[in-house]
């Protein structure tokens, strides 16, 4: 039997019922767009994260640009993230007119090295954006005493960190801001795109709230010309199903990246869990130098393994414009080249990780 990457199936077939209510409950209400499945699934998924609102979008992407729109970052500006992101990350930076700015990552984290951020700071710096890479939290507490220093937002992407902890902390509790991404494939995933942004910052929040809905402050009144970013009624209703399930789901991914390290972490580099961290595993990396023949065996075999991700942005014909080049992040370069995650869902079977972990043993 192939074993595919996710299986969204399986995971419906254990919530299908509350699922196929929920829906049915949208429709009968007509709360489509916006509404009081929007809202009641803003307000759980703010206490979730232990702050006090949440804006609803309709992706993890837009819900970037709301930030950063709201933040009044353009043309002329820099915000400082990763190479090693989904392009989304940096996309929305370069949509507002300002420029991205790449800082290279940590060797054991994937994630936002620190000692690296101060020289990338300039006048024209807007905003400092961490991503939480594979579902760690980045090592914010540094990062956060740099953007004080300096008074500049940080703002933390979390579309791969629903539920992950830095210090007992959930992102959105850390920066001026963190958005998440719902799109069905990430660990809360909606059934088509959605996403959200959270903070503890009221006037913040109603900027993002008044710009994601057309500029509005009134029904035919308008503040300025913004966007139609709004959460779709049905995404939230199945979003609050499913957010019900998430602890015990990532207690579980938990459990299997643990049966993962403990049969493979003599032969490749396996995730590593910082001490201030707790770990989601959204993606599970693992790296090794025989990356390609392993991501071959597996294949072979009907098993998928994908790599998050094969080329850093500042490499991308996208951001040739930047003026980067190869070597400028040796890092994330050299992870991009070993890099490999491999199947992760909360109904995964143990003899399942048992023959992932014999094919890769295999290739290497
Ligand atoms: C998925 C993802 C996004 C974009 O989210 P969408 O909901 O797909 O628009 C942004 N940043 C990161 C790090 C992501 O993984």
């Known amino acids: 039997m192939p074993i595919p990457f996710i299986d969204l199936k399986a995971q419906y077939r254990t919530i299908q019922a509350e699922i196929d209510a929920a829906i049915r409950e949208v429709i009968e209400s007509t709360a489509f767009i916006g509404g009081k499945y929007a809202q009641a699934f803003e307000a759980s998924f703010a206490r979730y994260c232990g702050v006090s609102r949440a804006v609803g979008a309709s992706s993890g992407t837009t819900a970037l640009h709301l930030v950063f729109a709201a933040l009044g970052i353009g043309p002329g500006d820099e915000v400082i993230t990763v190479p090693n992101t989904f392009i989304a990350t940096a996309e929305m930076i370069s949509i507002t007119g300002a420029r991205p700015v790449f800082v290279d990552v940590e060797d054991a984290t ?15 710096t807007r905003a400092i954006v961490p991503v939480h890479l594979y579902g760690q939290i980045a ?6 005493e740099i953007a004080r220093a300096q008074g500049i937002p940080v703002v933390e992407d979390a579309a791969q960190a629903h539920g992950a902890e830095y210090r007992g902390r959930r992102a959105g509790q850390m920066g001026a801001a963190a958005t998440y991404s719902f799109y069905p494939g990430k660990i809360l995933g ?3 795109d959605a996403g959200i942004v959270v903070t503890n910052d009221e006037a913040l929040a109603k900027r993002m709230e ?3 809905n057309h500029g509005r402050i009134g029904k035919y009144e308008h503040e300025v010309p913004a966007f139609n970013y709004r959460l779709d009624g049905m995404q939230a209703a199945i979003l609050s199903v499913k957010l019900k399930h998430l602890d015990g789901w990532l207690e579980r991914r938990r459990e299997k990246a643990q049966v993962y390290n403990r049969l493979l972490e003599d032969a ?3 995730p590593k869990e910082m001490p201030y961290a ?3 595993y959204t993606y599970y990396v693992i790296r090794t130098g025989h990356r390609d023949r392993v991501q071959a065996a597996l294949k072979e075999r009907g098993i998928d393994a994908i790599i998050h991700y094969p080329i850093p942005l500042h490499l991308q014909p996208a951001y040739r414009g930047l003026g980067y080049k190869k070597g400028d992040f040796p890092v994330a370069e050299r992870q991009a080249e070993e890099i490999l995650s491999l199947p992760l869902y909360a109904e995964l079977e143990e003899s399942q990780i048992k023959e992932i972990v014999e ?3 295999s290739a290497i």
């Open 110 to 124: 994937f994630n936002m090295d620190p000692a690296k951020l101060k020289a990338a700071i300039t006048p024209h």
């Open 139 to 144: 090592d914010m507490d540094p990062i956060l």
């Open 190 to 192: 909606a059934y088509g």
């Open 210 to 212: 008044m710009l994601a």
């Open 268 to 270: 490749v580099l396996t």
């Open 278 to 280: 707790r770990h989601v």
């Open 359 to 361: 094919k890769v043993l």
